[in-house]
Structure formats: C-alpha cells, structure tokens
C-alpha cells in the first residue's frame, strides 16, 4: 500500500505556509470560531509577502479549515474536524487517490477542451515548457512544480471554478506522492512528457475525445 507523506522539498512557499497555520491550529494558538490575524499581521509572523498570503488562506479555506467572511475577516471554522479529510488523504492508498483524481480531471479537461481561450492556452503552454526544461535540467522539486501548474492552467481553463478549487485541494497530496514517487531522479516526469504534449495539443484543437484518451494514458502511467 502506498501511504502519502509531505516532503517540504518539493511543496511552494505559500504550501508551508497552509502547513505552518494548520500546526499553529492544531496547537491552540487560533482556536475554532477565532478570528486569525489580519493580513499585514499574517506577513510579519510568517515572514512572507502578500501573495504567499492570499494563496494560503484560499487553500485552507477549500480545505474548510477556514472561513472567509466578507467585511468581517477570517476565522477558524468552528465544525472542521482536523483529523477527517485531510488525515484520511494523507493515509490513502493511491489507487484510491487517483480514482478520485480521474473522476475530478475528465471532467475538468473536457471543459477546458471546449472553453480554453487563447490566453488560457498560453499559460498551459508556458508550464509545459515550463516541464521539459526541468526535466532537462533534472530538477524534481521544478518538475513537480511545473507539473502541477501545467494541470492547475487546464483546470483553470475549464471554466468551472468549484472543479478548479477542488482539484487545487488535491495539489498538495499530489506534491506527497511525486516526492515519494521520484526519490532517484525525475524518471516518471520524463518518460510521459509526451502524453502531456499529446494532451495539450488535444485541448489546443478542441477534440474532446482525444484529449480524454490521452489523460487516461496520462493516469496509468502514474506510477
């Protein structure tokens, strides 16, 4: 059974920083139903800038361990229960994790197939070259980086921001696995670089059945 486990390494500033606030949860510093502090106060603590910030609150406000009130600021959200969801990702077997991810990113490539614009199309593009220059520089934490980029611009594109904000949520488990996965190099990364032209090349000439054959190349060869 393969157990995902957080390997600082390959996670973004703004993910240690989700990983800091939870552990100041879990702790008693912000308690359930507590305001957290206001950003500039976030930045000082946690010794980053505003972006890094933002993108944080949002992830752990997808993860529903906050709650973002217009007007009146963020609180910690009285009914997350931390050892639920997030607990049972960590521990999850990956077959599991990629049935789920299957599920959530047919869809989510059949939307973007059909609604991508042209700036969209840039920005997936930009991360695929993105990949191949990590691959080529043998760089795992750059390849994960650009991988999951490269995914999170196709979600993007799909129009759909529910399905864009719940894949996001899944980002960080996938950052787990591919540091587990690629502990002897960025073999995995390259030996399926051209599934993922494939599949840009699908999105790009909006033909939707292409496209989905080429992400479920992309899906069993995950591993």
Known sequence: MFVFKYSKYVMKLYDRIVTQIKED????????GEKIPAEPELMKMYHVGRSTIREAIKTLAISGILKVQQGFGTTVNN????????QRLRRADFDDINAVRALIEKEIVKLATQNHTEEQLLVIEKNLEKRKAAIHSEKPQECADADIDFHMAIAEASGNMVLSDLYHSFTLIMRGFFSNREVQGISHFAMNHHLHEQLFKAIKSKKINLSQQVLQKILDNNY
Do not use: L, T, W
Request: aromatic content about 12%; charged content about 20%.
């Open 79 to 86: 009914s997350f229960q931390a050892v639920s969801m997030e």
């Open 25 to 32: 949860i879990d702790n008693g510093k912000y308690q359930p």
